[in-house]
C-alpha cells in the first residue's frame, strides 16, 4: 500500500498581488482567493447574488500567468474582444452557485458576469478573475447567493465586448422532495458532430446539468481539440452546467485544469444538487495524487453525504463486459471497495468503454437486488465505438452505439433512460430506495 503524502502548503503575499497559496501535487495547484478588495469585496448581506469568497483551484504550470482579479480601471478597447467558449460548471452547491467561465484574447482583462433571475434585467454584476493559458486568457468567475429553484439568465465579458445571452437553473433546496434531471455522456474525443447531436437531444430534454466521464478530446494537450469540442455546441454550454470528470486522454493537462477549475481545486469534486450528492474522483491520479489519496477523499465525502441519492463517478470502470478494456485493475483495487461499504451509493457511472452498459445491482461481486451498487459506462459522445465484449453475467444491458443518459432523480427513486442518437431508446430502468 502507498504511504499517503500530505501536502505541503506555502502562502506568500506581494503589495497590490492577489493572494496566493501553492500546493505541491501533480499537477501543481494555485489556489487564488477570491476576497481582494479591489475587486472582490462584496455584501452577502445585500440582496442579489455575489462573487463566491474562498479559493478557486487553477494549476501552476508553464503556460499559465497569474491569476489576475478583475480591475474596473483597466483600460479596454469597446467592442474588439467578444467572449468565446462559454460554458458553466456546477459547483458544490447546486442551489446557490455556479461557475462561468470564457474566452478571450491575452489583452482583454476586467472581466465579469451580468446576471438576472428569470428573463428580467440582468440586475447584478459579478466580478471575475483570470489567468493566461497558452497565450488565450481564460475567466473565470464564481456566483454565489443566487435563489434556490430559480432560472438565471447571464451574460460574460467586459466593454471590450459580450457574450450572448445564457441560462441555468439552480436547485431545489436541500430536503425538499423535488424531482431533478440530469445527463451523464462521455468519450466523444474527435466525434464532434455526433457530441453536437447529442447535445441537441439533451438541451430539448429539460435537462439541470450534465456530468461528462470523460476524454472530451483525443488529446489535453491541444488547445485547437478543446476549441473544436466547446464550438460543436456553442448554444448547450451556454445553458447546461456541466460536471466534468477526467479522463485518461486529458492527461491532467493545464488546459483541462483551466477549462474546468473546481471548488477543491484538484481534480476530485463534489456537488450537491437536489436529491442528489455527486462525488468525483480522478483515476489518471499521478505521483503527488495517488490513488490512495482519492478513495480516501472519496470515503470520507460518501460519509459525510446527506442526499437520499450518493452517486459516485470516475472515467475507468471497476465494472465492465466491454473489450478490449475491460475492468480497470487500479479502479477496482481502490474505488470499488469505498463504494461497496458505502451504503448510500446505489449508483456507479463511469466512460472509457466506448459503448452502453449497465449492470445488475451488486454487492461484493454478486447481485445484490435491495441495495446493491448499479454500474454504467456511457462512453458514446462520438468516440470510435468497441465492438467486442467479455460476456460477463452480471452485464444486463450492453449496446454499441452512440448515446447519452437522461436521469430523474426525486426522493425515492432514482430513472435512467438512455437514448441513442436517433433519439431511440436503449435501455430504461428505475432503482428504488
Not at 447531436?197 to 488547445?223: N, R, Y
Request: glycine share 10%; aromatic share 10%.
Amino acid at each position: 500500500m502507498l504511504a499517503l503524502t500530505f501536502p505541503l502548503w506555502l502562502g506568500f503575499s506581494c503589495a497590490n498581488e492577489p493572494r496566493v497559496n501553492v500546493i505541491h501535487t501533480t499537477p501543481p495547484v494555485v489556489r487564488a482567493a477570491l476576497d481582494e478588495p479591489t475587486a472582490f469585496e462584496t455584501n452577502p448581506a445585500a440582496e442579489g447574488p455575489w462573487a463566491c469568497t474562498g479559493e478557486l483551484g487553477v494549476p501552476l504550470d508553464g503556460g499559465f500567468d497569474r491569476t489576475i482579479p478583475a480591475d474596473p480601471d483597466t483600460p479596454v478597447v469597446a467592442g474588439v474582444d467578444t467572449p468565446a467558449r462559454v460554458h458553466l460548471l456546477l459547483g458544490e452547491d447546486g442551489a446557490h452557485e455556479v461557475t462561468v467561465v470564457w474566452e478571450t484574447t491575452a489583452a482583454t482583462v476586467g472581466g465579469r458576469v451580468e446576471v438576472g433571475v428569470g428573463s428580467d434585467a440582468l440586475a447584478w454584476t459579478i466580478p471575475g478573475v483570470s489567468y493566461l493559458v497558452g497565450g488565450v486568457r481564460v475567466h473565470v468567475a464564481r456566483l454565489c447567493g443566487l435563489t434556490v429553484g430559480s432560472t438565471w439568465s447571464f451574460r460574460a465579458g467586459s466593454e471590450a465586448g459580450w457574450s450572448e445571452r445564457g441560462s441555468f437553473v439552480t436547485a431545489p433546496e436541500a430536503g425538499v422532495d423535488e424531482p431533478v434531471r440530469f445527463a451523464v455522456m462521455g468519450d466523444s474525443r474527435d466525434g464532434e458532430e455526433t457530441f453536437a447531436a447529442l447535445m441537441a437531444q439533451i438541451q430539448v430534454q429539460g435537462v439541470d446539468f450534465v456530468v461528462f466521464t470523460g476524454d472530451a478530446v483525443v488529446s489535453g494537450t491541444s488547445w485547437s481539440q478543446w476549441s473544436s469540442w466547446f464550438d460543436a455546441s456553442p448554444a448547450g454550454f451556454l445553458s447546461l452546467p456541466m460536471v466534468f470528470v477526467p479522463g485518461n486522454h486529458e492527461f491532467n493537462d493545464q488546459y483541462w485544469f483551466g477549462l474546468f477549475p473546481s471548488h477543491t481545486g484538484v481534480a476530485h469534486q463534489n456537488v450537491d444538487y437536489g436529491p442528489v450528492h455527486l462525488a468525483v474522483v480522478n483515476d489518471t491520479a499521478t505521483s503527488g495524487n495517488t490513488m490512495e489519496a482519492e478513495a480516501l477523499w472519496l470515503a470520507g465525502d460518501l460519509a459525510a453525504a446527506t442526499a437520499p441519492w450518493s452517486v459516485a463517478a470516475w472515467h475507468k470502470p471497476a465494472v465492465s463486459s466491454c473489450k478490449p478494456h475491460g475492468e480497470d485493475p487500479e479502479t477496482v483495487e481502490w474505488f470499488l471497495p469505498v463504494v461497496e461499504a458505502a451504503t448510500n451509493v446505489r449508483l456507479v457511472v463511469n466512460g472509457h468503454n466506448h459503448n452502453y452498459e449497465r449492470s445488475l445491482p451488486l454487492r461484493g461481486g454478486v447481485e445484490e437486488s435491495l441495495n446493491g451498487v448499479v454500474h454504467l459506462v456511457s462512453g458514446g459522445a462520438g468516440a470510435p465505438l468497441y465492438t467486442s465484449s467479455y460476456g460477463q453475467v452480471y452485464t444486463v444491458v450492453e449496446e454499441k452505439t452512440q448515446h447519452w443518459v437522461l436521469f430523474e432523480a426525486d426522493a425515492r427513486t432514482l430513472h435512467g433512460t438512455a437514448f441513442d442518437i436517433t433519439g431511440n431508446v436503449l435501455d430504461d430502468f428505475v432503482i428504488e430506495r
